[in-house]
């Protein structure tokens, strides 16, 4: 079946670059989501990346996709404490917008 | 325009209890989902519904669970009995028919103890 991977934790000292990886399954997802829950709030969609692309940019955010290794990434430039959050990939199936989601990784921004 | 509400935002049942959870969609917006997430793991699907009618409930974890959407408006989940592995987030999320981006409410966090 259908199943998304991510790392749990990750820690960063702010203004660094984060970097969010994320692997799945379904080489025939058409779209590749990041979602962001901040604390006591709901989900956030973040960005998403075609599946024919390989790079999206938005501002502090990059998304690179390697569809042969099914490898998604999300990087944050210059790490604010405001990105401390949760980051969800997340891909979709059956055709609708039901979606597969990962475990979510802890982003913790330091001073 | 509102998002998606839902009610209420934390509730704390006893083992054995009904619970009923409320999700109100964006006003429009045919497809209404949700979804649990258990004690930090991933996110999983539990049903779709396509205005009133369940589209996909393959992820409901079994019958202590009830899903409804009168009119194709709001829609509640209710559980019963309440059950302590039922503990975790709920999130409702609508979309308009065809949309690729769904949206999400602040979630149910459902304590059961």
């Known amino acids: 079946g259908e199943d998304v991977e991510q790392s749990l934790f990750l820690s960063v000292r702010e203004g660094d670059s984060s970097v969010i990886n994320c692997t799945y399954t379904?080489?025939?997802?058409?779209?590749l989501y990041w979602y962001k829950q901040e604390p006591g709030a709901g989900l956030q969609l973040l960005t998403y990346?075609?599946?024919?692309?390989d790079m999206k940019q938005d501002q502090r955010l990059t998304v690179l996709l390697n569809k042969k290794d099914k490898h998604l990434s999300l990087r944050i430039a210059d790490t604010q404490t405001g990105d401390s959050a949760i980051y969800f990939c997340?891909?979709?199936?059956?055709?609708?917008?039901?979606?597969?989601f990962g475990a979510g990784t802890r982003l913790a921004v330091h001073p | 325009e509102a998002g998606v509400t839902q009610f209420p935002s934390h509730s704390v049942i006893e083992k054995g209890q009904t619970v009923t959870l409320r999700c109100d969609p964006i006003?429009?917006?045919?497809?209404l989902y949700w979804y649990r997430r258990v004690m930090g793991k991933e996110i999983k699907f539990l049903l779709h519904?396509?205005?009133?009618?369940?589209?996909?409930e393959s992820g409901m974890p079994n019958n202590r669970f009830l899903a409804e959407r009168t009119g194709g408006t709001y829609s509640t989940l209710k559980v019963q009995p309440a059950e302590l592995e039922d503990s975790g987030v709920y999130f409702c999320?609508?979309?308009?028919?065809?949309?690729?981006?769904?949206?999400f409410g602040q979630g149910t966090r459902l304590t059961v103890v």
């Open positions: 990346i075609f599946s024919n692309m």
């Open positions: 999320a609508s979309s308009p028919w065809g949309a690729t981006e769904a949206f």
């Open positions: 519904f396509v205005k009133e009618s369940k589209q996909d």
């Open positions: 006003s429009g917006h045919d497809n």
């Open positions: 997340a891909e979709p199936s059956g055709g609708y917008n039901k979606l597969i």
């Open positions: 379904d080489s025939s997802s058409t779209y």
